[in-house]
């Protein structure tokens, strides 16, 4: 039996877009940067004798020289698991590439640019044939598996790449077509960093995702996959929880809360307390709130500072305005006169059933009520 651990998109060194303080900025930093460091903790518990990183090790821009020579020297402590490396476009083989600042262990392989290349050896009785390509610019448009042929279908064949599950792409397309047709039992993909793992004609096709959310886009578990070979065509992947924090999407209903401590309560009623002190937290405020309720987002993350370790606040609520008096007959105010002819404009869309008009015309009454009422607008994505 042989195990593999497959990994991909650390990004370190990338600038965090959380709303953090600079000490958690700090924190999340080092967290991220030493993802790897706790993947092999987890090759030498698990006996790993192959990790797979598919790109995006290292961010080409920001990346410190000294946490390279930290990763080569860490790679040096666990001299009996091949590690591979394929640079993907955040981490390009460019001539002052931070992959040539240092000497790496003998058990480092990093693939290049200079076509497919193939190692080949043995592993717990199993004969292994690992392919790779590395990227020498940011940008790649031509799907470069399209000829893609593995040399000998009676070994394990591995194809380690970054790219995107996609018939076009300018992150190196990878077509199912091509997949199909190249002999490999296990395709080891980098990019998307949503974890995801399919079968594709008889082949196993994993995408890890990345170890940390690296954004609020980065919802849910993150982490890596722990493969199971147990000969050439019998392949396992199972998905391991890596990530030290978790990105959190949750609505809180404000519809009938009449006071401001109502809101707040509601918003600290997420979660445990353990968990919003642990994780990044975004919270989409909807319903429809007290007009009389001034709702200071931005105050509310600094007075939750405490609470949450990132915290984000979306607002797609409305103003729960009362129309009745404005749609009076007799009123012929500028505000009843402009709600009248928007309300006039939402009928008739509504008989032409076009929704995403009606939703238009909803939205820039609440927005129009906002600036002639309160002065201001909370732009908002939806309305319900």
């Known amino acids: 039996m042989l195990k593999i651990v497959h990994t991909a998109d650390v990004h370190a060194g990338r600038p965090l877009c959380f709303e953090l303080e600079e000490e958690r900025r700090y924190i999340r930093r080092r967290e991220v940067e030493t993802a790897l460091w706790r993947i092999v903790d987890f090759v030498k518990e698990e006996n790993a004798q192959i990790l797979l990183i598919a790109g995006d090790v290292f961010e080409y821009l920001y990346a410190r020289p000294s946490w390279v020579k930290d990763l080569a020297l860490l790679f040096s402590t666990i001299p009996e698991t ?25 058990n480092v392989t990093i693939f290049d640019s200079a076509g497919i290349g193939r190692v080949s050896f043995e592993a717990n009785g199993i004969e292994v044939d690992v392919y790779g390509l590395g990227w020498a610019a940011f940008v790649q448009r031509d799907p470069l598996l399209s000829s893609f042929r593995v040399a000998r279908r009676d070994r394990l064949n591995i194809v380690l790449l970054h790219g995107d599950l996609a ?16 002999g490999a039992a296990y395709f080891a993909l980098g990019h998307i960093h949503v974890p995801m793992a399919r079968n594709i004609a008889g082949t196993t096709v994993v995408y890890p995702g990345c170890p940390e959310p690296l954004d609020f886009g980065d ?27 978790t990105v959190r999407a949750v609505q809180v ?9 109502q809101v707040r309560n509601a918003i600290l009623a997420v ?27 931005p105050g ?10 990132s915290l984000r606040l979306e607002p797609e609520f409305v103003l729960d305005y009362d129309l009745d008096p404005l749609l009076a007959p007799e009123n012929q105010s500028l505000e009843a006169r402009f709600v009248k002819k928007l309300m006039e404009l939402k ?12 939703d238009i015309i909803e939205r820039a009454m609440y927005y129009g009520l906002d600036a002639l009422r309160q002065g201001e607008i909370i732009t908002r994505r939806r309305l319900d």
């Not at 394929?86 to 000497?103: E, I, K, Q, R, T």
């Not at 209903?253 to 401590?261: A, C, K, M, W, Y």
């Not at 009928?347 to 009606?358: K, M, Y």
């Open 300 to 309: 509310l993350r600094h007075e939750f500072a405490d609470e949450f370790f």
């Open 167 to 182: 018939d076009q792409s300018v992150y190196l397309p990878i077509k199912q077509e091509h997949i199909a047709s190249s």
């Open 347 to 358: 009928r008739r869309l509504q008989q032409t059933g076009d929704a995403q008009e009606v």
């Open 271 to 297: 979660g445990s307390p353990e968990d919003r002190r642990r994780d990044m937290w975004k919270i989409t405020l909807r319903g429809r709130l007290n007009p009389e309720i001034e709702l200071d987002l």
């Open 219 to 245: 919802e849910g578990q993150r982490g890596i996959y722990l493969v199971i070979c147990t000969g050439p065509s019998e392949v396992s992947a199972e998905f391991v929880p890596m990530a030290v924090r």
């Open 82 to 106: 091949r590690v591979f490396i394929a640079p993907g476009n955040h981490d390009p083989l460019l001539p002052d590439s931070l992959y040539f600042s240092v000497d790496w262990p003998d």
């Open 253 to 261: 209903d404000l519809t009938g809360l009449d006071t401001g401590e």
